[in-house]
C-alpha cells in the first residue's frame, strides 16, 4: 500500500495520506475484501481521486479556462475525495453531519468546513458557492428528501454555478420492484451512524432526475446526465443554474466497466481468471500484484462484449499479497475491476 500512496502523492510532499479510524467508506471496502486492509486502502484512494478526477473534469467543461472559486464537498465524509481536491481547489469548503469528520478535515486537510443537518432546510452554511459536489449522496435518499436536498443545494449556488451529484441507476437494481414514483428506496446502506430510514440506498430513473431539477430550478436550470459517470459505476448529473447555460454536452472522460466473471488457482502455482469489460475506447487489461505489473490481456469479442483473461504464474507469492486487475483507458481512466490475495483460493 505504501508504494501506491506514493505513486498517488506524485512528490507532493502535502499529500495526506492518513485515513480516519471511524471513516466507514474504508472500512466497508476493507469488510468487502475480506479484511485485507492494504487493499481496502487501494480502493479508497484509488476511487476518491476518480471522484475528485470527475468533479474537476465537470468543473472545466462548466467554467472553461476561468476558476470560478469556491466549490462546497457535501457529504465529504472524512475527505477521501476532498484530500485530491485540495490539490486544485483554493477556495474548498466541506460539509459532513460527523462534526468529527468536520474537525479531521479541517485539521489534517486545511479545509474550511461547516457541520450539515439531518433536514435540508435546517442546512445553512452562511455563504454561497460557484459549484456543490454532492458524490454518492442522492444514491441514499428516499425520494421527499432526495427532492428537498436538491431544492437546498441548487439554492445555494451562486448565479452561474454548478451542482454535481451522483444517482445509482435503475439498472443497478436487479430484482422487481415498484417504479411508480422513478425511485425506489431501501433501509440499507453501508454506514451504521445514520438512520436507515432517512438514509439507506436509493435506486434512481432519469425521468425522477429530470422531473426534479425543472421543478426546483423552475424549469431554468440545464441539466446534464451520463449513464455510469462517476466511477463507472453511478449515474453522473449536472445541474446547471442560470445564466450563461452550457451549449455543449459535459466531456467527462469516463471509466471502464467491468467485472470478474470466474477466478482458479491451479496447483498452487498458476491463476486463471477471466472477465468482462466496456469502455468508450479499446481499454488496457492489467494483472498486478503488489502494485507491480505482471500480465496485460488481449481482448476478445463475445456474444457478453469485450472479455479479458489471464493464466499467470503465481509460485512464489506471498497468500497476503494484494493482486489486482484494473483497465485502463487510451485517456489515463483507470478502474479496478478485482482485487484481493490469494490466500482464500490456496
Known amino acids: 500500500?505504501?508504494?501506491y500512496?506514493?505513486?498517488?502523492?506524485e512528490g507532493d510532499p502535502g499529500f495526506v495520506s492518513e485515513i480516519h479510524p471511524a471513516d466507514e467508506m474504508f472500512s466497508y471496502g476493507v469488510?468487502?475484501?475480506?479484511g485485507n486492509r492494504d487493499a481496502g486502502a487501494i480502493l479508497y484512494f484509488s476511487t476518491g481521486r476518480q471522484i475528485a478526477?470527475?468533479?474537476l473534469a465537470a468543473r472545466r467543461?462548466?467554467?472553461?479556462?476561468r476558476d470560478p472559486g469556491s466549490l462546497l464537498d457535501f457529504a465529504s465524509g472524512f475527505g477521501r475525495a476532498t484530500r485530491f481536491l485540495t490539490r486544485a481547489i483554493a477556495g474548498l469548503w466541506i460539509s459532513e453531519i460527523d462534526p468529527a469528520a468536520v474537525d479531521f478535515q479541517r485539521s489534517r486537510l486545511r479545509v474550511s468546513g461547516v457541520v450539515s443537518t439531518r433536514a435540508a432546510a435546517e442546512f445553512d452554511p452562511g455563504r454561497r458557492f460557484d459549484a456543490i459536489s454532492a458524490s454518492s449522496f442522492f444514491s441514499h435518499?428516499?425520494?421527499?428528501?432526495?427532492?428537498?436536498?436538491l431544492a437546498r443545494l441548487y439554492a445555494l449556488l451562486n448565479p452561474g454555478g454548478l451542482l454535481f451529484l451522483s444517482t445509482h441507476g435503475a439498472s443497478l437494481l436487479a430484482d422487481a420492484a415498484d417504479w411508480s414514483r422513478g425511485l425506489v428506496f431501501r433501509t440499507e446502506s453501508e454506514t451504521e451512524r445514520l438512520d436507515?430510514?432517512?438514509?439507506?440506498?436509493?435506486?434512481?430513473?432519469?425521468e425522477f432526475v429530470e422531473a426534479a431539477a425543472a421543478r426546483v430550478s423552475g424549469g431554468q436550470a440545464a441539466l446534464h446526465g451520463l449513464p455510469f459517470g462517476l466511477c463507472g459505476h453511478q449515474d453522473l448529473y449536472l445541474l446547471s443554474r442560470p445564466p450563461?447555460?452550457?451549449?455543449e454536452p459535459p466531456s467527462i472522460p469516463r471509466l471502464p466497466r467491468g467485472e470478474l466473471s470466474t477466478l482458479e488457482v491451479r496447483g498452487g502455482e498458476r491463476l486463471l481468471a477471466d472477465g468482462w469489460v466496456e469502455a468508450d475506447a479499446e481499454p488496457l487489461v492489467t494483472f498486478l500484484i503488489e502494485n507491480r505489473p505482471l500480465a496485460v490481456s488481449r481482448l476478445r469479442a463475445s456474444e457478453a462484449g469485450r472479455v479479458w483473461s489471464f493464466d499467470v504464474p503465481i509460485a512464489g507469492i506471498p497468500p497476503d499479497a494484494v493482486v489486482r486487475i484494473e483497465a485502463a483507458s487510451p485517456d489515463g481512466g483507470v478502474r479496478i475491476l478485482a482485487m484481493g490475495t490469494l490466500r482464500p483460493y490456496l
Open 1 to 3: 500500500m505504501r508504494d
Open 5 to 9: 500512496v506514493s505513486a498517488l502523492a
Open 31 to 34: 469488510h468487502s475484501l475480506r
Open 53 to 55: 478526477n470527475a468533479i
Open 61 to 65: 467543461w462548466r467554467f472553461g479556462g
Open 141 to 149: 435518499l428516499p425520494a421527499d428528501a432526495f427532492e428537498e436536498w
Open 196 to 206: 436507515p430510514a432517512e438514509y439507506g440506498t436509493s435506486w434512481v430513473r432519469s
Open 244 to 247: 450563461h447555460l452550457p451549449a
